[in-house]
């Protein structure tokens, strides 16, 4: 017989749980445990990445949480299937929204209400039942019994936890002895807080920190035992009540939840009579596009065709619909409202108003955006109006239902900073050594901080780290890294559902009093929901304002749009650094480039976007740059087939559309593999996948006549610029604003 | 009742690793059951680390229960009950 392990806390559970989710997964396949449930507190935050990570794993995945009800009790809850975890979502947003500031509690009536797919465990101690059989208040027990079994009949099960200790008698003899009374049916379970005993030390520290005391001042009853036990274990402890260990297997056997991932979930869009989503976008984008143009040419017409039909194939036609309509309705009110990012290079996107820079005068690559190979829904972000901002967002709710739209979370973890201040102060370390050690990281974890300790200038300056007295202290600290401390609200991120958000994701207030989603942008882009990022830029209000001034001073109305882009006076201006209020051009190091780089049109001020930047400048990427673009040095390319490519930035890659065209070009990939290799080599991947990706490249190069020699070189420029590629789009979106 | 005594003793273990006998105050303790064990957290802030802990039937010149802890290799006898 196998034990499974039905009570499992991650750091998801904040501040509770000591063992990343990769951990207790590596520990349980260790096991061969053959499945593994997460029932973090109050929330489901960790349990998308938890079950796609057990899939991978080969185990299955059980998908709960532990949920606090009326009289700050604790309740296991297991989802059975989707009606399951749809209650789940829904009983757990009840329970945070029913109240603000207050800690989330479900009612009973609540509990009724959302009970179907759903399988019930009294707790821990902290459980109804278990907490009054505990204080011998059999009575209420009783009482309490009657309610659970009434709302979920057989499923629901007296869940017994044994940790050996002093006591002779172990709190659940007597919680099994009231079952078999009750006639209720018993799981054994650990509720494990950790992998490895050891660990306890992380979970202690980790509950000051989140109660604000002393490690030395925790109060209540401690325990090592809240490990991820081995079934011999178990079976070992609960060897008096075999059905306690049965039942373990029986629940996992009942509980089959299968998450549809990566299916997009769009709104619907109200069409007028006879239209399908694709026959109105298609409406729109041309008559759009008949406003832009005039008469069509044909390369304006096959692009359109091109991007309209890739819309159509990966389904993403109302999702283009609803970003139009809100654009078109701020636009209405005079709410300035545009995309920015990689949304730029699509002429569907421009001439539908969304944005404001014409991708075929710009050379944009539409694929860096959206291609068939790519079925991630795609990401428009949209810059609004800082003043008009809530307008725009009052008008979703209002579109889509205030039930159906809420903000996005970004959950917030520990860096090195951050684990310091509070590991030293639950360590009750000295003020002057948390500020030492503090001083001057910023955005490194606190294992970088150790790994860098002889190499960073910031941190060489420092012998703190070195101190073998704290070398504890700071692997302490690294321990906690990245783990969440809290959720907040994502900047400018809203979901808008296909129907009730709290089906598919549990909802809660933001300390700033926003409803936001437990989960973050990532797993809701998993969970195929439609995230649209409407951003405040105070750009946007500066032009509203300056606009509207000229005209009540001067009488003079403006047109942004017939603004010519290569005034010579505006160019002048630049050139002497005198941006002062220019969006994007006015920091001192932009300045300083306009010096260096002379510009005279409007590509120079996308090449500035782009250069202006930690990388490229660490790179010694303007080094290379500027004396071509000012003749001094020849225009050369390591192969003649790069010159489309790369003519335009001098046979410099500054671009990450140029990634695309390189390897296109070269190793004649299409746009939209060549979009996955860019996404491949900018994402986490290990020296094993970065060869392969290499061998690959080479060997298409090869096909192409280019030498291993040269691919390999190319390769490698590709590789060290895809840390820090810009994106030409959104480069171009903010050089027009600016 | 039971009265604590905290002092270290030689212990004997089998290939289990568990305990068969011991020596306290140069007499031999026969263990003759074992009733429970346990782990038990310390104060790990101050650089302890966690106590195994046994409670066991022993006999010397007549049949007793004793608890004893170990940590690292030595074993103490943590207290005597009634």
Redesign the interface.
């Known amino acids: 017989m196998s034990f499974i392990h039905l009570h499992v806390h991650s750091p998801y559970s904040f501040l509770d749980g000591a063992s990343t989710i990769d951990r207790l997964l590596e520990k349980a396949r260790a096991l061969e445990m053959p499945v593994l449930a997460l029932t973090d507190h109050n929330r489901l935050t960790g349990a998308i990445r938890f079950y796609e990570k057990a899939i991978v794993c080969g185990i299955k995945p059980i998908i709960g949480a532990e949920v606090n009800v009326e009289g700050d009790h604790h309740l296991t809850l297991l989802c059975k299937d989707k009606q399951g975890y749809s209650n789940l979502c829904r009983l757990l947003t009840e329970a945070h929204l029913s109240k603000r500031k207050c800690p989330p509690q479900a009612t009973r009536e609540a509990l009724r209400q959302f009970r179907v797919g759903l399988i019930a465990l009294s707790g821990c101690r902290q459980g109804e039942i278990p907490d009054l059989v505990g204080r011998c208040k059999y009575e209420e027990a009783v009482r309490a019994a009657c309610f659970y079994r009434d709302v979920y009949e057989d499923d629901f099960f007296i869940e017994l936890i044994n940790y050996p200790s002093r006591k002779s008698l172990s709190d659940s003899y007597r919680l099994a002895q009231f079952a078999r009374q009750q006639k209720l049916s018993t799981v054994a379970t650990n509720n494990v807080h950790y992998a490895d005993m050891e660990e306890y030390t992380i979970k202690e520290l980790l509950n000051a920190i989140d109660r604000n005391i002393f490690v030395s001042q925790l109060q209540g009853p401690r325990t090592v035992e809240q490990y991820l036990k081995s079934s011999e274990e178990m079976d070992g402890l609960f060897r008096d009540i075999p059905e306690a260990l049965a039942n373990t297997e029986e629940i996992a056997s009942r509980c089959n939840l299968e998450l549809e991932l990566g299916k997009p979930r769009f709104p619907k869009f109200a069409l007028p009579e006879g239209e399908t989503d694709y026959s109105y976008l298609s409406k729109l984008t041309y008559q759009g596009a008949q406003r832009k143009y005039g008469s069509l040419s044909s390369c304006v017409k096959q692009r359109l065709e091109y991007e309209l039909d890739t819309i159509k194939k990966l389904g993403f036609c109302s999702y283009f619909l609803a970003v139009w309509d809100i654009v078109h309705w701020a636009q209405e009110r005079g709410i300035r409202c545009q995309a920015r990012g990689s949304a730029v290079d699509s002429l569907v996107v421009y001439v539908l108003d969304i944005s404001i820079a014409d991708p075929i005068e710009h050379d944009l690559l539409f694929e860096r955006f959206m291609h068939p190979l790519r079925h991630e829904p795609p990401d428009i972000d949209l810059d609004v109006d800082r003043r008009r901002r809530d307008e725009v967002r009052d008008y979703v709710c209002e579109k889509y239902g205030a039930e159906n739209v809420a903000c996005v979370a970004t959950i917030n973890t520990y860096l090195a900073r951050g684990a310091i201040r509070d590991v030293g102060k639950a360590l009750q370390m000295p003020q002057e050594i948390i500020e030492e050690a503090c001083n001057g990281i910023h955005w490194l974890s606190a294992s970088q901080l150790l790994e860098y300790a002889d190499s960073r200038p910031e941190l060489k300056k420092s012998e703190i780290y070195k101190r073998p007295e704290l070398a504890d202290f700071f692997k302490l600290c690294a321990t906690i890294d990245s783990f969440p401390k809290h959720l907040s609200v994502h900047l400018g991120g809203l979901l808008i559902g296909d129907g009730r958000l709290s089906d598919l994701v549990p909802l809660e207030w933001s300390s700033g009093g926003d409803i936001i989603s437990q989960y973050d942008k990532d797993d809701i882009e998993k969970l195929g929901i439609v995230k649209m990022d409407i951003l405040s830029l105070p750009t946007m209000t500066v032009i509203e304002d300056t606009l509207s001034d000229i005209e009540e001073n001067h009488g003079i109305s403006i047109d942004l749009d017939r603004i010519p882009g290569d005034d010579p006076a505006a160019f002048a201006m630049l050139r002497d650094g005198k941006t002062i209020g220019t969006f994007q051009l006015e920091s001192p190091a932009q300045r300083e480039m306009a010096g260096r780089l002379l510009p005279e049109r409007f590509e120079d001020i996308i090449v500035s976007l782009a250069l202006v930047r930690p990388g490229p400048l660490k790179s010694n990427m303007d080094k290379l740059y500027l004396p071509r673009r000012h003749g001094k040095e020849p225009v050369t390319y390591l192969h003649p087939n790069l010159r489309d490519a790369l003519g335009e930035t001098l046979g410099v890659i500054l671009y990450q559309e140029q990634v695309l065209e390189v390897a296109h070009d070269l190793a004649g990939m299409s746009y939209a593999e060549a979009d996955g290799f860019r996404r491949a080599m900018t994402h986490d991947r290990t020296d094993e996948e970065m060869e392969k990706m290499r061998e690959s490249f080479i060997t298409c190069c090869r096909k192409n006549g280019v030498s291993s020699k040269i691919a390999e070189e190319i390769f490698e420029q590709l590789a060290a610029f895809a840390a820090y590629g810009f994106c030409k789009a959104h480069a171009v979106a903010y050089g027009v604003l600016a | 009742m039971s009265k604590l005594i905290g002092e270290p003793v030689k212990a004997h273990a089998d290939n289990d690793s568990m305990l068969t006998a011991f020596i306290w105050r140069r007499r031999l303790y026969r263990v003759v059951e074992v009733h429970?064990?346990?782990?038990?957290?310390s104060?790990?802030?101050h650089?302890k680390a966690?106590r195994f802990?046994i409670?066991v039937n022993a006999q010397n010149s007549s049949e007793g229960t004793y608890?004893l802890y170990r940590l690292g290799e030595q074993w103490f006898l943590s207290r005597v009950l009634d």
């Open positions: 429970s064990w346990w782990w038990e957290p104060e790990w802030w650089g966690v802990f409670r608890e």
